[in-house]
């Protein structure tokens, strides 16, 4: 069973920085990419940037520069790491496991989301 537990939203003032952690559970055998996504109200979720399990990252061309995510040694927990943050950036942030298998399509689970708000 794939666990997702998410922590470090909150409220921060523009220009300011802030670091999301996701805690990871799930089986050793298999292959996953890690990746954070946003939502806000009214929108759909949208990839804000990912990992995969060889190390390789990808990022909305948005967040290009400011954001940083990385993983530990251990793939227990997935970081982001977000600068020189704007009110833009306010949303619900979501840790987002992708399952890669040989044999059958992907399969994605979600973390339950934390709040991160940029305001003055």
């Known amino acids: 069973q794939v666990q997702l537990v998410e922590s470090g939203g909150g409220l921060v003032q523009p220009g300011g920085s802030l670091r999301l952690s996701c805690a990871f559970s799930?089986?050793?055998?298999?292959?996953?990419?890690m990746g954070w996504y946003r939502q806000t109200p009214g929108n759909e979720r949208e990839l804000v940037a990912q990992?995969?399990?060889?190390?390789?990252?990808n990022y909305d061309e948005s967040v290009k520069g400011r954001f940083t995510v990385s993983r530990d040694n251990a793939k227990t927990t997935v970081y982001l790491q977000m600068t020189s943050l704007k009110p833009d950036d306010t949303a619900v942030y979501y840790c987002?496991?992708?399952?890669?298998?040989?044999?059958?399509?992907?399969?994605?689970?979600w973390g339950q989301g934390t709040q991160v708000t940029v305001s003055s």
């Open positions: 987002n496991a992708r399952r890669v298998t040989f044999t059958t399509a992907p399969r994605d689970f």
């Open positions: 990992i995969t399990d060889g190390g390789s990252t």
């Open positions: 799930g089986s050793i055998f298999q292959i996953y990419n």
